[in-house]
């Protein structure tokens, strides 16, 4: 059993997520989760995170509130999720690889968002996106109510397992994806646009700057449809490199098809990144209409 020690009080995303990153490496019912600030108790702990001030990995110790605390290359400060995932991220995803991934996907703004570092900017519609940290903030008992902050940690730590297990799981398909996308690009010889026969992300062909559309099955549970989608400019972008005609936008069934002379399309959708058929000529004549040919 190992004795996992963390500050008692509110908790953030960065100590749930260290905790549900133990729980994940030693099983959880293997680790005993203590939560104070008492140092005679803190120094009892075979793992201590984000309290005790002091990182000293050889000794199981991984505090970040300290002066000369670890900051990483990039400017961001490891918090102690961070930390953990650092020692023992590899063990729990797999692959280096694979934990490089969750690092930069979930890690990193957990960390950011704990040590006080804006990661983004606010666009003219001044919308602040619901992170990671918002939806763990919620778990926190309601300010004068009776409610066990413990036993709501420790909820808390249930939905951070389930979101670090898909994380790894997405991480691990991605990886075969992405070898899946590049062998289809180099053997494509139409780089404008690639056609897979199985379902495929979009966002693994944006650092192919010349593909312009890709055609695909939509995936089998969902139904036996193909999509032409367009590809975005840059990762994180909702700006396409050519979308579908707008006055596509919208519409489905008859209409669309009326409009595309594609009989068996389905729907296009208003933003005109996507355009679905009921087969893989109906959606491929979609994405060569974009391309002028």
């Keep these: 059993m190992q004795k996992v020690i963390t500050h008692s009080g509110p908790f953030h995303a960065d100590d749930v997520f260290a905790v549900a990153t133990l729980q994940l490496y030693f099983g959880v019912d293997n680790v005993e989760v203590t939560r104070t600030r008492d140092e005679a108790v803190v120094a009892t702990g075979d793992v201590v995170l984000d309290v005790g001030g002091l990182y000293d990995p050889d000794r ?4 970040h509130h300290q002066v ?4 990483r290359d990039n ?17 729990v995803a797999g692959s280096t690889s694979v934990a490089e991934m969750i690092e930069k996907s979930l890690v990193l703004s957990i960390d950011a968002s704990d040590n006080g570092v804006s990661v983004y900017n606010l666009t003219e519609l001044e919308v602040k996106p619901t992170t990671v940290s918002d939806i ?12 066990d902050i413990n036993a709501a940690f420790l909820s808390a730590t249930t939905l951070a397992r ?18 899946t996308a590049a062998a289809v690009y180099e053997a494509s010889a139409e780089k404008n646009l690639i056609v897979f026969d199985v379902p495929m992300s979009k966002a693994l062909l944006i650092d192919y700057p010349d593909t312009v559309t890709m055609v695909s099955p939509d995936y089998p549970s969902s139904s036996t449809n193909w ?4 590809i975005p400019k840059t990762h ?12 596509w936008g919208g519409l489905r069934g008859e209409e669309i ?17 996507l355009f679905v058929a009921k087969s893989r000529e109906g959606a491929l004549a979609a994405a060569v209409k974009v391309l002028g040919k």
Excluded at 136 to 145: D, K, R
Excluded at 236 to 247: N, Q
């Design 236 to 247: 994180g972008s909702f700006e396409l490199r050519k979308r579908f005609p707008e006055e």
């Design 136 to 147: 763990v903030s919620l778990f926190n008992p309601v300010e004068g109510t009776a409610a």
């Design 75 to 91: 400017g961001i400060p490891y918090a102690a999720f961070g930390l953990i995932w650092k020692h023992f991220g590899e063990k």
């Design 60 to 63: 199981q110790r991984f505090d």
């Design 227 to 230: 999509l032409a989608t367009a």
């Design 68 to 71: 000369g605390a670890p900051v």
């Design 162 to 179: 389930d979101i670090l297990l898909k994380s790894i799981g997405r991480a691990k398909a991605k990886e075969v994806m992405k070898q």
């Design 257 to 273: 098809a009326k409009v595309s002379g594609i009989n068996d399309a389905v729907f296009c959708h208003r933003a005109g990144f």
